[in-house]
């Protein structure tokens, strides 16, 4: 079994900042890429932020220029850093891992429960 636990949500005014951190329990055997989803009050789950194992990173549009994607792999812990934020960035944020947890595992995409964030006016 492998958990992701995410922190770092909750109220904030917009323009206001946040930062969400997600930590698996265990150690991959290998990992390709850790990212970050969110969903909105009736919206479908969307990709924010993804990074993969040799660094590059791709983000959505509506969050370019104010969200930051960084990990620590060794750690298996992946990190989004809100800036500027909006009351339509108000959701249900996932973090994410793509890799395997063991040599005789295959590969696999492992989700967290999710954390909420709400941007106030």
């Known amino acids: 079994q492998v958990q992701l636990v995410e922190s770092g949500g909750g109220l904030v005014q917009a323009g206001g900042s946040l930062t969400l951190s997600c930590a698996a329990s265990?150690?991959?055997?290998?990992?390709?890429?850790m990212g970050w989803y969110r969903q909105g009050p009736g919206k479908q789950r969307e990709l924010a932020a993804i990074?993969?194992?040799?660094?590059?990173?791709t983000y959505a549009d509506s969050v370019k220029g104010r969200f930051t994607i960084s990990r620590d792999s060794a750690k298996n812990t992946v990190y989004l850093q809100l800036n500027s934020l909006k009351p339509e960035d108000t959701g249900v944020y996932y973090c994410?891992?793509?890799?395997?947890?063991?040599?005789?595992?295959?590969?696999?995409?492992?989700w967290g429960q999710g954390t909420q964030v709400t941007v106030s006016s």
């Open positions: 994410n891992i793509a890799g395997k947890i063991g040599f005789a595992s295959p590969y696999g995409v492992y």
């Open positions: 265990g150690r991959f055997f290998s990992i390709n890429a």
């Open positions: 990074i993969t194992s040799g660094g590059s990173t």
